[in-house]
């Protein structure tokens, strides 16, 4: 008795001792089937805002030694080259053209709001290059190699971060500008026009992102999600030659310009215009016109129609009580805010509810609109009166059957 419990106790002990091996092994297994990720954030300016940046796997890095791959072997970059800045910069731009002409594949990312650039989810063992993947007006910059894991002040890091360069410092203060006309539809300038300022900004990090609000606008388009970003603290207004500019534009970007407050008796023109900086350029004044010297800018001819003042009352051969008489009011709102009335069909019954307990009747004619108010609860009598009637006929019929 006591030897057969024994055994059982031994068989329990054994089979527990195997499911704990089991899921030791299961989660060793686990454990290593994943394995550890790397980061690479890039640091610019945030004037860079929406700029697209690209990360490039050229090879696998391990115990100091790069091995590159197919794609990258012609330029035959070595480890002995990252102690020579001159050799490394020439290769790294090498590999630069080479994934430009050859649209060898890429990681791109946008460059956030707060001015950098993140890569996540990265593999260890790997070696990088962080470039631009095609020209831009805004700026150049240099390619960077970066290596997961790598070597920070004696500490082995996973996540790195770097500091972007330019190509040619004197290109980050390149800029643009444009100037905008304001006239009337008879080509005459108009003086006090004011316009708000912003610029659009593609991203792909939603980390950083700022809350969408009056000054933050977002969308998304063919190229991609954005967010349109308000100048605070900054308008444009026209002169008494209908112009106004704004210069120290970065190139590369697009903006558009609002108008915030239209000229003394003209419609506010709501339509956003838009325009692309694409060409460096200064403003200058000849003839007491804004002009553009040494480049080229954007130029916008934004028009404002006159307030109409068509207040009157309509003509006609029978006389007019002064409360029906119809007026349109002058308004400085663009027309499509005014909303058309259309003629009704005579004679024509409609039956609503007013919202208050009550069934309204509304009885349309030619020139006529009468509203007959019924009690909601004389109404549901009616109905329950009918409905007694015709359960009281169809009793006495079953009665005479």
Request: hydrophobic content about 40%.
């Amino acid at each position: 008795m006591i030897g057969s419990k024994l055994k059982k106790a031994s068989a329990v002990i054994i089979s527990l001792a195997l499911i704990m091996m089991i899921a030791a092994v299961s989660v060793f297994s686990a454990g290593a089937a994943e394995p550890e990720k790397g980061s690479i954030e890039v640091e610019l300016k945030e004037e860079f805002a929406g700029l697209p940046l690209a990360l490039v796997t050229i090879g696998d890095y391990k115990n100091g030694e790069l091995e590159l791959y197919d794609d990258f072997k012609s330029v035959d970059l070595k480890s002995s080259d990252f102690d020579n800045n001159k050799i490394l910069k020439e290769k790294l731009f090498q590999i630069r053209d080479l994934v430009r002409a050859n649209d060898i594949d890429s990681v791109v990312e946008m460059i956030g709001y707060d001015g950098n650039a993140n890569f996540r989810d990265l593999d260890t063992d790997k070696a990088y290059v962080v470039m631009q993947p095609f020209n831009t007006p805004a700026v150049s910059l240099s390619p960077s190699l970066v290596f997961i894991p790598a070597w920070v002040d004696g500490v082995l890091m996973r996540d790195i971060h770097i500091t972007a360069k330019a190509e040619n410092p004197a290109s980050v203060d390149n800029r643009g500008a444009v100037i905008v006309n304001k006239k009337d539809d008879k080509d005459v300038p108009l003086e006090g026009a004011e316009f708000s300022l912003w610029r659009k900004n593609y991203y792909t990090d939603t980390i950083n992102l700022p809350v969408e609000s009056d000054d933050f606008v977002f969308g998304e388009d063919s190229n991609g999600k954005y967010y349109w970003e308000k100048y605070k603290d900054f308008s444009l207004v026209t002169n008494e030659n209908g112009q106004c500019y704004v210069d120290q534009l970065r190139l590369g970007y697009n903006y558009r310009v609002i108008e915030e407050k239209a000229p003394e008796g003209f419609i506010l023109d709501q339509e956003p215009h838009e325009f692309f900086v694409d060409g460096k350029c200064e403003v200058t004044v000849e003839n007491e016109m804004y002009v553009f010297k040494n480049g080229q800018g954007a130029m916008l001819d934004i028009l404002n129609m006159p307030v109409q003042n068509t207040s009157k009352t309509e003509s006609s051969d029978e006389p007019q009580d002064s409360t029906t008489s119809k007026t349109s009011k002058v308004t400085s709102e663009p027309s499509d805010k005014i909303t058309p009335s259309y003629p009704t069909p005579s004679k024509t019954e409609v039956v609503t509810s007013s919202g208050d307990g009550n069934v309204v009747v509304e009885i349309t004619g030619d020139d006529i609109v009468k509203y007959i108010v019924i009690p909601a609860v004389l109404v549901a009598s009616l109905i329950l009166i009918v409905l007694l009637i015709v359960a009281g006929g169809k009793k006495n019929k079953n009665k005479d059957k």
